[in-house]
């Protein structure tokens, strides 16, 4: 008796975390990276160049040049005009700018209709928007393929009004 309540008990933690699997992948199914970003804890500057590794957990905006590789626990975005040389290794990330590298993400990847990617493409789930240049290899996991999209959201920059 003792070991049938044993067995079920785990077998119900286990519907439990699968449930909460599912119902986490139903809630951010269509949400965009950015929606679900905290905040940024590295800013990398439009007059700024990086030569060298970038490791961290926190998540990144990068507005300037960077050489070397990426190992990010995090959201990755790189802004249009930026530019990155190397290879990158996210959780997430937005790229609107140019990357000259592989990139591998654990969960979501967005391109832009600014985006320039000359190299492999690896990831959970991937997003390109209408206007997206991507060169070399794509391998996505989820069942759904790569989501080609329009772009409808509008920058965060106020637009001048009438007069």
Known sequence: MCLDRAASDKGRKKEAIIMRGLLFRYRNRGRRVLDDV???????????????ELEGTDSCIVNG?????????????????????????VRSAVVAGTIEGDITVQEKLELTPTARVFGAVSGAQVAMAAGAVHEGAM??????????????????????GPG
């Open 38 to 52: 905290q905040g940024f804890g590295t800013l990398l500057g439009s007059g700024t160049r990086l030569v060298g």
């Open 65 to 89: 040049a960077v050489e070397g590789n990426c190992r990010l626990d995090a959201v990755l975005l790189l802004n249009e005009g930026a530019r990155w040389t190397g290879s990158l290794n």
């Open 139 to 160: 391998h996505v996991v989820s069942p759904s393929g790569v989501v080609h999209f329009e772009e409808k959201r509008v920058s965060g920059r106020r637009r001048p």
